[in-house]
């Protein structure tokens, strides 16, 4: 059973704010076999050295071994490499590296924009120390100027990962200008580790322009270009998933934020949702579980993916979780005119303070009717779902990702 205690910080969404329990003895234990191990081995080395020929290179050393790879300390499921270029995607990084995603790379056209990840490349372009300045066909190039720096960086930092997302603000010249380079970097590094399939473990996480961003002519015309640019990639399988986050629709989601609050709290909402998956998927529920393998189809199945959160209040109520779900499921998601309709997996995940999974009668036929809510609104999707109980939590809460969407067509038009 996974019981969800102790483990994240506090977040900036509400609904969020729940702990996972560390598995600090888990990884005692195994650093002390490992240990155990080495011993046996650095003994075993000592007893065949007598008169053993050796080869030359044995005194070379190999710059890239395992001890000296980057970490993943999220304790997800899957291994995630991320990457981010210009300042949204460098930001939105560091709400990953926060959360122990420490396979971590950020990369600018400028190293004015502050950045904590101690992984920064910085893509320079000769004359220009202040960035593409919005114009993408110059970031483009400084990619290009830069590519094999990117590209051994990602040797360096991600060693052997499951998956790849590449983040980054649409609107502005670095982020996009760079993107697609940068998706098809990954690729090519995916395949190099191994990876058959390297177009469905490569995937973009990007946010669209506010409306009053998207009053500046070259603001929409830079999203609406690499928008359209990324969604005919997902839409083709080409990449997987494109995960589209709004900030337009947040800004209303989310009405009271202050501008100091705004970007952080869409940032941390990203990696924090996407983390809530992962790091679920890796262990067994007491009454649903939702795996790795549910996890994996979720990010391979091509498309667009969305994701959302929902808390529900009136849960002892036999259709409260339906009913919630029925009317918030669109509001509380995280982008907009998207036609669940074409969705082709979902992941609902619902996560119920453990007093209430003990006390409340007949709370798993709410739930299930819950399910039922999703399954009615995506159609011919498969939902894969999980429910699990938190110590910390006196609530209902229902994470929920869509995915394999066909491109947000009317939300492009109104970036024209
Ligand atoms: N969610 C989110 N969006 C952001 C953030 N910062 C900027 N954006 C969005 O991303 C778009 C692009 O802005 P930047 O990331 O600053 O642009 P850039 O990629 O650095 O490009 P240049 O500075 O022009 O080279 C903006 O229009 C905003 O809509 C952030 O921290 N979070
Ligand atoms: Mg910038």
């Known amino acids: 059973m996974v019981t969800i205690q102790k483990r994240m910080g506090k977040v900036g969404n509400p609904a969020m704010e729940f702990k996972f329990e560390t598995q600090g003895k888990e990884k005692e234990e195994k650093e002390e076999k490992e240990e155990v191990k080495k011993e046996t081995s650095i003994q075993g080395k000592e007893e065949i050295d007598m008169g053993m020929p050796k080869v030359d290179v044995e005194e070379f050393k190999i710059p890239q071994d395992a001890e000296d790879e980057i970490k993943d300390e999220s304790e997800g499921a899957l291994k995630v490499g991320i990457m981010g270029g210009g300042q949204c995607g460098g930001r939105i990084v560091e709400s990953f590296y926060a959360l122990g995603y420490k396979k971590a790379l950020v990369y600018n056209t400028t190293a004015q924009d502050s950045c904590s990840i101690p992984n920064f490349l910085d893509l320079k372009i000769e004359g220009q120390p202040g960035g593409a300045g919005k114009n993408m066909k110059v970031a483009e190039q400084a990619l290009r100027d830069h590519e094999d720096e990117v590209y051994n960086e990602m040797t360096r930092i991600f060693g052997q990962v499951d998956h790849i997302l590449v983040c980054a603000g649409l609107g502005g010249g670095t982020g996009g200008g760079t993107i697609r380079g940068v998706l098809e970097l990954g690729k090519r590094y995916m395949k190099y580790i191994g990876w058959e399939d390297p177009e469905k473990r490569v995937g973009a996480v990007v946010t669209l322009p506010t409306a009053g961003e998207a009053n500046s002519p070259i603001v929409s015309a830079n999203a609406y270009d690499m928008g359209t640019a990324l969604s005919e990639m997902a839409d083709k399988e080409e990449i997987s998933p494109l995960i589209v986050v709004d900030n337009d629709k947040v800004k209303k989601l989310y009405a009271g934020l202050t501008i100091a609050k705004f970007f952080p709290t869409i940032n941390n909402t990203i990696a924090q949702l996407f983390h809530v998956f992962n790091w ?49 499921l669109t509001k509380t998601l995280l982008a907009t005119d998207f036609d669940l309709k074409t969705a082709k997996v979902a992941a609902v995940v619902t996560v119920v303070g453990k007093k209430i999974t003990e006390e409340v009668e007949g709370l798993m036929d709410n739930i299930e009717y819950g399910f039922d809510t999703i399954a009615n609104f995506t159609g011919k999707a498969i939902v894969h779902r999980g429910i699990y109980a938190d110590e910390e939590r006196d609530n209902v809460c229902v994470y929920t990702m869509i995915s394999g969407l066909s491109a947000p067509t009317k939300r492009y038009d109104r970036l024209r």
């Open 280 to 328: 679920i998927s890796q262990g067994e529920s007491q009454f649903v579980t939702f795996d790795s393998t549910d996890f994996m189809t979720v990010l391979k199945c091509g498309g667009h993916l969305i994701m959302g959160v929902t808390v529900v209040e009136d849960y002892k109520a036999k259709t409260g979780i339906s009913s919630a779900l029925r009317s918030n």
